[in-house]
T-cell receptor, first 111, second 114 residues
Framework: KQEVTQIPAALSVPEGENLVLNCSFT??????LQWFRQDPGKGLTSLLL?????REQTSGRLNASLDKSSGRSTLYIAASQPGDSATYLC??????????FGKGTRLHILP | SAVISQKPSRDICQRGTSLTIQCQVD?????MFWYRQQPGQSLTLIAT?????????ESGFVIDKFPISRPNLTFSTLTVSNMSPEDSSIYLC???????????FGPGTRLTVL
């Protein structure tokens, strides 16, 4: 059974700092891994998608890495801004197309 | 990417009634899903909406409680039947858009049951 864990559950950092969010999964037989952002009371916005054959993806200030063998992914946010405050969710897609979500990391960037 | 809309965006309903949520996608997609997000929790998959056939439900979810329709490749509905306060959640429609398997979500429907 695939389980997805995100650490930490919550994080507060001063504006301008670089930060890392962690995601781990128990079964390495995944099709892809996706990072999302969710603002309070809203839907999910796709940030980055990493295929199982890839090691990392970058978009602007965001960089996501994938180490399938160890069951880990990280989301790196550079030069954080107050607008980055949100909940960040990691989701893995199994080879049977089921998508399993972590519980998310609530990020608060302090102005 | 796919553009997904949901109606209604929010509703407040009385116990015992039913609500139907609509999901519209601007392009044809094969894979469409319905999720529930209870307050303070992550997303739980309710079912996969299959075009032209019965939805595939996850463990803990049944058709009588959450009937789903998918008449074509751009539209689906989820009905929350005989509602109770425990059904108060955000309900989200999602599609897998392309061969890479990227998933996109609608804006969600916030349901409060009194």
């Amino acid at each position: 059974k695939q389980e997805v864990t995100q650490i930490p559950a919550a994080l507060s950092v001063p504006e301008g700092e670089n930060l890392v969010l962690n995601c781990s999964f128990t079964d390495s037989a995944i099709y892809n891994l996706q990072w999302f952002r969710q603002d309070p009371g809203k839907g999910l916005t796709s940030l980055l998608l990493i295929q199982s054959s890839q090691r990392e993806q970058t978009s602007g200030r965001l960089n996501a890495s994938l180490d399938k063998s160890s069951g880990r992914s990280t989301l790196y946010i550079a030069a954080s801004q107050p607008g980055d405050s949100a909940t960040y969710l990691c989701a893995v897609r199994r080879r049977d197309d089921k998508i399993i979500f972590g519980k998310g990391t609530r990020l608060h960037i302090l102005p | 990417s796919a553009v997904i809309s949901q109606k209604p965006s929010r509703d407040i309903c009385q116990r015992g009634t039913s609500l139907t949520i609509q999901c519209q996608v601007d392009s044809q997609v094969t894979m469409m899903f319905w999720y529930r997000q209870q307050p303070g929790q992550s997303l739980t998959l309710i079912a996969t909406a299959n075009q032209g056939s019965e939805a595939t439900y996850e463990s803990g979810f049944v058709i009588d409680k959450f009937p789903i329709s998918r008449p074509n490749l751009t539209f689906s509905t989820l009905t929350v039947s005989n509602m109770s306060p425990e059904d108060s959640s955000i309900y989200l429609c999602s599609v897998v858009w392309d061969r890479r398997g990227e998933q996109f979500f609608g804006p969600g429907t916030r349901l409060t049951v009194l």
